[in-house]
């Protein structure tokens, strides 16, 4: 967890378990660290043949903040690769800023 710059939760939404589960996966690697919650990925799974209810899928705050997927990756593995594109691109944005930061405050 020490100097993580991102997380990616993933979870079967259909285990009501899990839905609690990632409740406290949040608290442990995102709001016990220094990360933002734009640094951090959910991936709702869904297995091959399931019923994908991707609309009425209610997560409690803060999880609703946060940037989530759905992934089936006999259907769309397409989709899953480009999020997950988008979301690593992101992350090292947050990299590179914090660096020239850092730098700077150096420099000054």
């Not at 710059?5 to 016990?32: A, D, R, T």
Request: aromatic letters at 8%; one cysteine or more; proline letters at 6%.
């Amino acid at each position: 967890m020490k100097d993580s710059h991102g997380v990616i939760i993933i979870f079967n939404p259909e285990l009501p378990s899990h839905l609690k589960e990632i409740e406290m996966w949040y608290s442990c690697f995102v709001q016990q660290q220094p990360l933002l919650d734009s640094q951090c990925l959910l991936v709702a799974h869904h297995k091959p043949g399931s019923a994908e209810d991707t609309e009425n899928l209610s997560l409690a705050y803060p999880l609703n903040k946060l940037k989530l997927i759905h992934s089936n990756l006999e259907e769309d593995p397409e989709d899953v690769r480009m999020e997950f594109m988008k979301y690593f691109r992101s992350i090292i944005t947050i990299m590179n800023e914090s660096r020239e930061r850092e730098e700077m405050s150096i420099i000054s």
